[in-house]
């Protein structure tokens, strides 16, 4: 991925007048005290000296190869994945987005603690930016990890629109040798039907079991809706694994027939970052001939632990350690439940690389899921009463495609009220048979079972998961589903705040 040139502005009387110029919120929902509460909020992550990263990015109809197929679609600027950001913790990020797209659209920067009016979602706490228009996105990101960026404007992350963002640590204890970012993504736009028309045809379909009739999706060999809750397309570790058949998955917007290669030489270590990009579909992730060692979670650190293969749900992030052997081998992303796979080489020697339908043994021994993982002891929640529990079940239906929280729809879905100090559980409860991994903006909970550190979890059919987290961080909070067809017919509410 190219990385952007990157102005790092050392602002030396950034101190008392950087905090008065914590600038005007452009919320449009939020009353003023959440407004004010915003502003001090930012203000305590700002320091002296604060360094500033710059970037741009113009999301606009282009043309990628996906390595074979050409797919007219939007992107960010013409490379897919976009632009890859990158700043250290504690650094000012200021992101002007240029959109140049025919649509209204956002930018949500996915499992960052930041100021809320920066936060990207159209109605909850912004205006929509409007095609032809631009808006400045500028705010502090305090964690270190392995995060991303993406459109928060109806199913438009499932076009071109997403990128990678690193937040390094201010001191890296590094202990590897080389780093590689894979972004993982289910692909159909381009490919005879948009992101958006899939959803029409899902939200098309009125009555009984079969709703792939009465709609052409069998015929664009995209679809798999004759089963109904998404039986069609079921994986024992995940249940209804998605509502729709890709023609395409990829790594790093390439298709396996004509992979990128990630190179070391042989006995380095690799630090690997894992990103799903992707729309309604987790990945199986396995190294050929390796074992991974996973060392974060969603870019927090978990107490490391050594599997053949990871389980990732859309939204979800996993940094690796791999010890590179000698030779040429795949980095196989199943898509779980569904046909097909994305792929990426590791390379350290001259080699025949192996067929794009590769299926090394590690797939099918130890999978690791998130709530497998302890949290590393630095980032375990304290020890703290919980002050207020939210009950979310998590439910819906195929005919017609809507899913709910609670029984209700966004935007008519209870906001789960919240006050600033208090240790919050909110208890999913999963009474549907289709897995959902839920993401919640603006904080990092923890796994009431096992700690993990985490924005977004995987919860599976008829399971319930708990999660804590403190109430920090002030204002009107998305949470949803990260399955975008989910999320937008319906999976969605705010963690809210006092207005
Ligand atoms: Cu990534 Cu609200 O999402
Ligand atoms: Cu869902």
């Given at each position: 991925m190219p990385e952007l040139s990157r102005r790092n502005v050392f602002l030396g009387a950034f101190g008392l007048a950087g905090l008065a110029a914590v600038s005007a919120c452009g919320g449009t929902t939020s009353g003023s005290t959440t407004a004010a509460a915003v502003h001090s909020a930012e203000a305590t992550r700002r320091s002296a000296g604060q360094r500033v990263v710059t970037a741009e990015l113009t999301p606009r109809p282009t043309t990628v190869d996906l390595g074979g197929p050409v797919v007219n679609t939007w992107a960010y600027g013409d490379s897919l994945p976009g632009p890859l950001l990158r700043a250290r913790a504690g650094d000012l990020l200021r992101v002007q987005v240029d959109n140049q797209l025919p649509a209204t659209s956002s930018v949500h920067w996915h499992g960052i603690a930041l100021r809320n009016d920066m936060?990207?979602?159209?109605?909850?706490?912004q205006t929509p930016i409007k095609a032809g228009t631009s808006f400045t996105y500028d705010f502090t990101v305090p964690d270190p990890g392995t995060y991303f960026y993406h459109p928060h404007s109806g199913v438009q992350l499932d076009r071109g629109l997403y990128g990678a963002l690193l937040v390094d640590e201010v001191a890296d204890p590094g202990g590897y040798d080389v780093e590689w970012t894979v972004v993982l993504d289910d692909w159909v736009d381009g490919t005879g039907r948009t992101p958006e028309q899939i959803l029409k045809g899902l939200t098309s379909a009125t009555s009984g079991g079969t709703a792939g009739s009465g709609n052409d999706m069998g015929a664009m060999g995209?679809?798999?809706?004759?089963?109904?809750?998404g039986e069609g397309m079921t994986s024992p570790l995940l249940g209804g694994a998605g509502d729709i058949a890709y023609p395409h998955y990829l790594a790093n917007g390439r298709v396996p027939a004509a992979p990128v290669t990630l190179t070391a030489k042989p006995g380095q270590r690799a630090r690997l970052r894992l990103i799903n990009a992707g729309s309604d579909t987790a990945f199986r992730v396995a190294l050929g001939g390796h074992q991974l060692t996973v060392t974060h979670s969603d870019g927090f650190p978990v107490a490391s632990v050594t599997t053949d293969a990871l389980l990732i749900g859309m939204g979800e992030r996993y940094d690796v350690l791999v010890t590179v052997g000698d030779g040429v081998f795949p980095l196989v992303a199943l898509a779980e439940g569904k046909q097909g796979n994305a792929l990426a080489l590791v390379r350290s020697a001259a080699g025949t690389p192996p067929k794009a339908s590769a299926r090394p043994a590690e797939l099918a021994r130890k999978v690791t899921l998130s709530t497998d993982l302890r949290a590393a002891d630095v980032v375990l929640l304290q020890t703290k009463g919980v002050d207020r529990t939210h009950d979310l079940v998590l439910s819906g239906s195929m005919a017609p495609y809507r899913w709910t929280l609670n029984g209700k729809t966004f935007p008519d879905t209870d906001p789960l009220q919240v006050e600033e100090g208090q240790r919050v559980r909110l208890r999913f409860q999963n009474m549907s048979m289709m897995f959902h991994p839920m993401h919640v903006h603006g904080h990092t909970f923890g796994l009431v079972k096992g700690g993990a550190r985490k924005d977004t979890v995987i919860v599976r059919p008829m399971q319930t998961v708990e999660v804590d987290l403190d109430a920090n961080n002030p204002g009107q909070w998305a949470t949803h589903c990260h399955n975008v067809y989910h999320a937008e017919t319906g999976m969605m509410t705010t963690l809210s705040y006092p207005s």
């Open positions: 936060d990207g979602v159209p109605g909850v706490t995209g679809m798999d809706m004759g089963s109904g809750m």
